[in-house]
């Protein structure tokens, strides 16, 4: 009896030091988060010795935020060292992250597909990790990662992390779905276009409802368009309102894409101001707009700023817009769009910054009608017309 009594005590005291153990490890670790999020400023440890802590005690979520820390450091030999740790003791956000490390070559690290695939292949198949999924999903749709495009398996992937509720899995999926690239739909009926751009529609929902920045404009876009939904320019408005409203690396063209639906609706001065945000021209956003999201912005604060007929509460700077069209071709000289406006100038002339030139706005005009840009196709056949019928 006293022999049994004493393995009783130590299995419960095993027990106890092991749930003490555990119990450390994770609130080391979720301190560490805490701290990292800025939601705690005044822990007397930092995150990463928080998350050193609980990665000594082989808590391998830490395991992976430590990696991160030390490839961001610069530590790659570390940082590889801790991610293996956890793939060891089977995290699959280890494997995710060495999926991302070799395909994308991060941390100076050389890039490697094949280990790349396995690393995603292994978390999403032993574990069903979402993320792996539609990285595999991705890669299947565009071919990338050396692989062949298979609309099947890209299909496959994306949509078992969507079914399990990734917003970008679930965005994407509205993607194929709106674009008709699903299996098996390579000549659609009527009937299955009209179908997919309802299917499309639910996903792109159900992305928004996760307040996914490009389901949001993409919902409103729908709502603009009819596509899927009836056309209801309302609850349009209403979901860009609430996609430019996120601070999101989405954010210029959440406002571009505004900016363009308030044009069409005749709203020139809501335009112009949303243009102006998206253009980088004024109160540069947090995320900075992309080249060819900029250069469309600032093309239209140039088109506003020459005409102000449609609304007097748009301020007339014919010199600015001059100006802006100008830059657009110095930097981008295959800017047909510019090149047609910066034709319309010449051919009207402004007072004070460019006189009527002829000449000057054929040659702009043929530019852009080379570069296929239709407006300044009709404009060079046109006066081909008139100097053969002259």
Avoid at 127 to 134: D, G, N, T, V
Avoid at 217 to 226: F, L
Avoid at 354 to 360: G, H
Wanted: hydrophobic share 35%.
């Amino acid at each position: 009896m006293r022999k049994t009594s004493k393995v009783l005590y130590y299995i419960v005291y095993v027990s106890y030091v092991n749930l003490f153990f555990s119990y450390t490890r994770l609130a080391e670790y979720l301190l560490g988060y805490l701290v990292k999020l800025g939601v705690v400023s005044d822990a007397p440890k930092s995150e990463k010795e928080y998350f050193a802590s609980s990665a000594q005690k082989l808590y391998s979520p830490a395991q992976v935020q430590l990696a991160l820390i030390l490839l961001q450091e610069g530590k790659i030999k570390d940082g590889l060292g801790w991610l293996k740790k956890a793939t060891d003791l089977n995290d699959p956000q280890a494997y995710y992250q060495l999926g991302n490390i070799y395909e994308l070559g991060l941390y100076g690290i050389k890039a490697n597909h094949e280990l790349a695939y396995a690393n995603y292949f292994h978390a999403a198949e032993k574990h069903s990790h979402h993320p792996s999924e539609f990285r595999l999903g991705m890669n299947y749709l565009i071919g990338g990662m050396g692989l062949s495009k298979d609309t099947a398996l890209a299909y496959s992937f994306i949509q078992r992390a969507a079914l399990a509720g990734d917003p970008s899995a679930q965005y994407t999926l509205g993607v194929m779905y709106r674009d008709g690239n699903v299996p098996h739909q390579s000549h659609q009926t009527a009937h299955e276009i009209a179908q997919n751009k309802k299917e499309a529609f639910q996903w792109f929902r159900k992305a928004a409802a996760q307040n996914f920045p490009t389901a949001l404009t993409q919902i409103a876009s729908c709502y603009e368009h009819g596509v899927g939904v009836a056309v209801n320019y309302v609850v349009a408005s209403q979901y860009y309102e609430k996609a430019i409203s996120y601070q999101s690396n989405h954010l210029p063209s959440a406002q571009l894409t505004y900016a363009t639906f308030l044009h069409k609706q005749g709203k020139y001065k809501e335009a112009l101001d949303y243009y102006l945000l998206a253009s980088g021209l004024t109160q540069a956003n947090v995320y900075p707009s992309s080249p060819p999201i900029a250069r469309v912005a600032k093309r239209m604060v140039a088109i506003l700023y020459l005409d102000n007929s449609k609304d007097p509460n748009i301020p007339y700077k014919p010199k600015e817009g001059f100006d802006l069209l100008s830059d657009l071709i110095n930097t981008d000289p295959n800017d047909g769009c510019a090149h047609y406006w910066i034709g319309v100038c010449y051919e009207e002339g402004i007072p004070g910054i460019c006189p009527i030139d002829l000449p000057q706005s054929y040659k702009h005009y043929l530019i852009s009608a080379n570069l296929d840009y239709s407006d300044s196709q009709f404009q060079v056949c046109l006066v081909n017309i008139q100097l053969v019928t002259s």
